[in-house]
């Protein structure tokens, strides 16, 4: 039981990950997962994550998927 509920969260979190990494990839920022970590590069990064509401929401699951 205990195994079966570590893969899910495992899962569940592999999947925010990917969606941060298909949203930032989407407004042309480069992306990397490294293990548990999304690395971002590009130029007015920062300012360009807190300005686009869509972009936050990917990384808190609330994108609708």
């Not at 969606?19 to 130029?43: F, K, N």
């Not at 300005?51 to 699951?61: K, M, N, P, S, T």
């Amino acid at each position: 039981m205990r195994a079966r509920l570590e893969r899910r969260v495992a899962a569940r979190a592999a999947a925010a990950r990917a969606r941060i990494a298909a949203a930032m990839a989407a407004e042309g920022v480069a992306v990397r997962v490294e293990g548990e970590t999304v690395l971002l590069s590009a130029p007015g990064l920062r300012a360009r994550w807190w300005r686009d509401l869509a972009l936050r929401e990917a990384g808190r699951g609330g994108s609708g998927q």
